[in-house]
């Protein structure tokens, strides 16, 4: 009822809203409607209220809350469940057992804070307060096993377009899971697996975003950004976490259909370094060379320096 209210609000916030069509269109009493109300201000919205006029939102806090983000989300499957906490270790643990708990397809976790946020390969992911996304999506596709780290690709490209489509900045893609504006980090996608020996049960999709940090910490401030310190505005979180799911499930669906044929070009067009010079460090070989792009199944190609192609399946990039 909350969400609906304030969608209600958010759609008509250039114009009042009586109480007596705000009960009607959500079919409940103008006492509850006054307690939700109450209650939102309380959250830091600001709701006019002018006698004879009705109700006019003012001004929306930059929180993510579970009915912000089902009143501004524009997706048919993704986010109809969401979950939101305050504080928690990661909400990638948190999904893993959401999904052994048969969550469906879609199903998103996200927290304000994380205390022991991950990233790939055992990194950590610093998460302060309030000012990031940090949020796991439950997916459940039809794949083969070795298909999944496509996913990542799919995602990276489904999160430039959100960043553009909200704030106009073109964030670029550094294989396989990074998003650089000016070549600083903004964003990480970390994809986790659950799977018996054939067959996956479900797939944990995280994505982190620094939003709103006006300072990086200074161990990370050469590699490491936030959309505050690019654009130098507070972008809405709520609204950008709307969008990721929104382009996510149209470029997931697509990928399913389609295979990563289509989504490629797009992949390479953002990609950082394709056709320049690179170096990938992988577990157990470094490869120099010209990155020529990736293979249907989201393998970098790189031609080495003696004039072969080589194709590289996990590691960082240098450029
Ligand atoms: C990386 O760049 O190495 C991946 C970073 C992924 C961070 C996100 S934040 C939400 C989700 N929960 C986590 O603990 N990690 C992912």
């Known amino acids: 009822m909350k969400a609906k209210l304030l969608q209600l609000l958010l759609t008509m916030s250039d114009s009042y809203i009586s109480g007596q069509a705000i009960s ?6 103008r006492t509850a409607i006054w307690k939700h109300i109450d209650a939102l201000r309380k959250e830091g919205y600001k709701i ?17 809350t579970d009915h912000s983000i089902q009143a ?4 048919e499957r993704f986010g109809k469940k969401v979950i939101v906490r305050d504080e928690v270790t990661s909400t990638q643990e948190l999904a ?3 999904a052994q708990e048969g969550n469906e397809e879609g199903t998103i976790i996200v927290a304000e804070q994380q205390t022991a946020g991950k990233g790939r390969l055992g990194r950590k992911w610093y998460s302060p307060k309030g000012t990031g996304i940090w949020m796991s999506i439950i997916l459940r596709p039809s794949l083969a096993i070795q298909e999944a780290p496509q996913l990542t690709l799919v995602a990276a490209v489904a999160v430039v377009r959100a960043i553009k489509n909200v704030t106009g900045i073109e964030a670029s893609i550094k294989w396989p899971n990074d998003l650089l504006i000016n070549d600083r980090k903004v964003a990480g996608i970390l994809t986790e697996m659950q799977a018996d020996p054939d067959r996956i049960q479900s797939i944990i999709l ?17 590699i490491a950004t936030s959309l505050w310190k690019e654009k130098g505005v507070q972008v809405d979180r709520t609204a950008l976490l709307a969008e990721i799911l929104k382009e996510l499930e149209w470029f997931y669906d ?39 792009g990736i293979t249907d ?3 970098l ?19």
């Open 24 to 29: 009607e269109q959500l079919g409940c009493s």
């Open 48 to 64: 006019e209220a002018v006698q004879n006029k009705g109700y006019r939102l003012v001004f929306t806090p930059n929180l993510l």
């Open 72 to 75: 501004t989300l524009a997706t």
């Open 96 to 98: 893993h057992q959401f």
């Open 206 to 222: 995280g994505i982190g975003m620094n939003v709103l940090q006006e300072e990086v910490p200074e161990e990370l401030e050469e």
């Open 254 to 292: 697509t990928f399913l259909q389609s295979g990563l044929q289509f989504i490629k070009p797009m992949w390479e067009a953002h990609a950082r370094g394709m056709g320049e010079r690179i170096t990938a460090r992988g577990v157990n070989e470094t490869v120099t060379g010209t990155a020529l």
């Open 297 to 299: 199944q989201g393998v």
């Open 301 to 319: 190609r790189i031609l080495d320096d003696k004039g072969n192609e080589r194709e590289v399946y996990s590691g960082d990039l240098d450029f």
